[in-house]
């Protein structure tokens, strides 16, 4: 499971010989805690969070030249582009070297030391943040509960969550699926804390990965009793009031619904939630095919889950003769279809299954 010994050494290595780190990190729970487990390991570095599109691009090499690193890591993003390994290797940027930490689907690129569990094989793929941490646990261990959020966040229970429960009774009872840990317990809520905190405008989010760093123990966070801990929450009430507004009416259509085989919800909003509405509703009506859009000028953004039958073949076929995309994984895609089509697309879509 994971990487091998000597994999966790190559990255201890090359983190312990950076003098100037540079991170460019996944911009959800798992990216950041990874962030986040490395740099408090060796004491320094700066991060940036990869936006939007997961692809260290171009857009990128702005930011690599102002920070000047010897050693640019790139945790839990699933592409980048050669001309961006080439161009910042070159002999105006000196970016010695590029450690790339991904559980994706493995690509290959040159003149990067890319480290993906899935090459030793494709069932193996624990989340970034259980890689970091196995890289700094023997001397890090007081950052458990970091990376259990980024861990469980990312939908997985790892092997040493005993040890988290011996120490946090009180925000994980016992052993479950992660999918119970994120909407029944303390620990899910630090998940939610730290995926909508890095929501709305992007100073707001790096001011809360700042007081992030300045935590020690979650229960700051939760209780609220240090000044970086409330700071972090007040952040996380102001767009969780938003999130529980739209899940209290997504809950209201779908017990209104007559129809309990789909929930189709769709909502308007600043911020985009429907990847957690889609999972939040899909662990409380596990029977129904889950549609969930974000109203937008021209089209609608959308979530599709499923639990017991793949959703991806339905979505390919209904968005046949319609202006609109998707993709994604069997049982968890995501897409966009014209507001003209929509109802026709709704129709197709629920004729598949
Ligand atoms: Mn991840």
Redesign the pocket.
């Known amino acids: 499971m994971g990487l091998t010994a000597s994999e966790y050494k190559n990255i201890r290595d090359e983190l312990l010989a950076s003098e100037t780190p540079f991170f460019l990190f996944?911009d959800?729970p798992?990216?950041l805690t990874?962030f986040l487990l490395l740099k408090r390991f060796i004491g320094k570095g700066r991060g940036m969070m990869v936006k939007a599109e997961p692809n260290v691009n171009d857009r990128f090499l702005a930011a690599v030249k102002s920070n000047k690193p010897d050693t640019v890591f790139v945790l839990?993003v699933a592409l980048m582009q050669q001309s961006f390994v080439d161009t910042i290797k070159s002999h105006t940027f000196g970016v010695k070297n590029i450690v790339w930490i991904?559980?994706?689907q493995p690509v290959s690129l040159n003149g990067v030391q890319y480290f993906n569990p899935r090459i030793h094989s494709p069932k193996n793929n624990p989340?970034?943040?259980y890689l970091c941490y196995k890289t700094v646990a023997a001397e890090r261990k007081e950052d458990l509960w970091l990376a259990m959020i980024?861990i469980v966040?990312?939908w997985h229970m790892p092997e040493f969550a005993e040890e988290y429960i011996k120490e946090y009774p009180d925000l994980l009872p016992k052993r479950m699926t992660a999918e119970e840990a994120l909407f029944t317990t303390p620990l899910g809520k630090l998940g939610r804390i730290l995926s909508f905190m890095l929501k709305g405008p992007t100073s707001e989010a790096h001011a809360c990965i700042r007081a992030l760093e300045k935590i020690k123990d979650p229960h700051e966070i939760l209780e609220r009793t240090t000044g970086p801990g409330k700071f972090i929450h007040n952040k996380f009430k102001a767009i969780n009031n938003e999130y529980e507004k739209l899940l209290v009416a997504a809950k209201e259509a779908a017990n209104a619904s007559s129809d309990k085989k789909f929930l189709i919800y769709t909502y308007k909003s600043q911020q985009s939630f429907s990847g957690d509405l889609a999972n939040e509703l899909l662990f409380l009506y596990p029977d129904r095919i889950l549609v969930v859009g974000r109203e937008r000028q021209e089209a609608y953004m959308l979530s599709f889950r499923a639990r017991n039958v793949p959703v991806l073949p339905g979505l390919k076929k209904a968005l046949v003769g319609i202006d609109g995309y998707g993709g994604g994984h069997e049982n968890a895609c995501g897409g966009s279809v014209n507001k003209n089509d929509f109802e026709k697309f709704v129709e197709q879509f629920k004729a598949q299954f």
């Open positions: 996944h959800d798992d990216g990874s839990d991904d559980h994706h989340p970034a943040s980024g966040s990312d």
